[in-house]
């Protein structure tokens, strides 16, 4: 017979597993923030580097924005695939004991 609901969040692999995914999503999190707000912080701080002119139409402003949003996206595939190959396998092999 299986585990009830209360067994299962009290074991130790459900709380290995929760604690797991709040450390990659802290961390992932953490990199967005100092990405994004790291970006925020270098307009107030220092537009006149931003303001430079690379080739004859931009500034660097845009290509480093554009950087902090693709920069974004690879945090979101870093944890997509970390939850496709660590996660969801687990969270399937404990939903199995209930």
Known sequence: MGKT???MVESADFKRLVSKR???SLILLAACFITYYGY???IA????FLAQKIGTHTTL???IGVAVIV???ILTVIYVIW???NYDGE????KEQL
Do not use: C, F, H, Y
Not at 45 to 48: E, G, Q, T, W, Y
Not at 91 to 94: E, G
């Open 40 to 42: 925020i912080l270098l």
């Open 71 to 73: 920069i974004n996206w």
């Open 45 to 48: 701080v220092d537009k006149s």
């Open 83 to 85: 939850a496709n190959n």
């Open 61 to 63: 402003g845009i290509p």
């Open 91 to 94: 969270v399937k092999r404990l």
């Open 5 to 7: 609901a209360k067994e």
């Open 22 to 24: 709040w450390t990659v």
